[in-house]
């Protein structure tokens, strides 16, 4: 069992080519070497054909640094470039589908705007409500809700990239 206290989250980009079979690879590896991944997305790229991959792994420094030595050996990879954590922008968001009763509206209503996130679906039973920010913004914002009342949450998986210089 690894050390718990060197463990830190690692943010890193990874461009591959868009061909079936690469995200297994990738979280195969990463699974395979007994690093837990803590939040994987994916989506087109600016380059046509190829796919931008964010992960992100509890692990040492050391173990990180392999696991990115190990995914440049995919033949399908192009790129993997770390996203520092003082220098990152980082995305998430969440769909969330809350039970209201009549006397609770106007109060989830307001947690809502204060969280500045936004309903994208009403019913007489309650709301679909949409939240993006970084992810300890997501995840303060589902906790203000009771457990009771959120019948549903759906999240995309942290999107990260380096700053400007």
Not at 46 to 63: P, Q, S, Y
Request: proline share 3%.
């Amino acid at each position: 069992m690894k050390d718990q206290t060197q463990l830190r989250d690692h943010t890193f980009s990874v461009l591959v080519y868009n061909e079936p079979g690469v995200l297994a690879k990738v979280s195969g590896l990463i699974t395979r070497r007994g690093f837990n991944i803590e939040s994987f997305s994916a989506g087109d790229a600016k380059e046509k054909g190829m796919c931008r991959l964010t992960i992100i792994v509890k692990g040492d420094d050391r173990g990180i640094e392999q696991i990115q030595k190990q995914i440049y050996k995919i033949i399908d990879t192009v790129k993997v470039s770390p996203i520092e954590e003082e220098d990152k922008i980082e995305m998430e968001m969440a769909l969330m589908k809350i039970k209201a009763r009549n006397g609770e509206k106007m109060e989830i209503l307001q947690l809502v705007s204060v969280h500045k996130a936004g309903v994208v679906d009403t019913s007489p039973d309650g709301f679909v409500v949409a939240m993006m920010g970084e992810r300890r913004e997501v995840d303060r914002f589902i906790r203000t809700f009771p457990p009771n009342n959120v019948l549903e949450i759906a999240r995309t998986g942290v999107v990260a990239m380096n700053r400007w210089n």
